[in-house]
Nanobody, 123 residues
Framework: QVQLVESGGGLVQAGGSLRLSCAAS????????MGWFRQAPGKEREFVAG????????EYADSVKGRFTISRDNAKNTVYLQMNSLKPEDTAVYYC????????????????WGRGTQVTVSS
């Protein structure tokens, strides 16, 4: 029903910035929440940020608060994750996900997932 495609990952030095994009196709409505998750080798998948347009609902993980910003362009059915002041511990595969309802911090609450995009931050 919904397909998600992430892009924008890459290799960056610590302190640098990247902007990830997640383009959605299929059925998408303003009530859908979009979330960003990441998973590093040997670690559990963790919530990064999420946003629901209507009603407004935005959440960030404590580890990225103040550094990352989630936004969306409803006309393009695209959600973004602006990542600033990147740290080596931010290295992970980043996934976007979609669900109907408010932002959730658990992956099982989401219905659709992208394939992920690699972010590598060198020290």
């Amino acid at each position: 029903q919904v397909q998600l495609v992430e892009s924008g990952g890459g290799l960056v030095q610590a302190g640098g910035s990247l902007r990830l994009s997640c383009a959605a196709s299929g059925r998408t409505v303003s009530r859908d929440a979009m979330g960003w998750f990441r998973q590093a080798p040997g670690k559990e998948r963790e919530f990064v940020a999420g946003n629901r347009w209507n009603p407004s609902n935005t959440e960030y993980a404590d580890s990225v608060k103040g550094r990352f910003t989630i936004s969306r362009d409803n006309a393009k059915n695209t959600v973004y994750l602006q990542m600033n002041s990147l740290k080596p511990e931010d290295t992970a595969v980043y996934y976007c996900a979609s669900r109907f309802g408010p932002v959730a911090r658990t992956g099982w609450a989401y219905d659709y997932w992208g394939r992920g995009t690699q972010v590598t931050v060198s020290s």
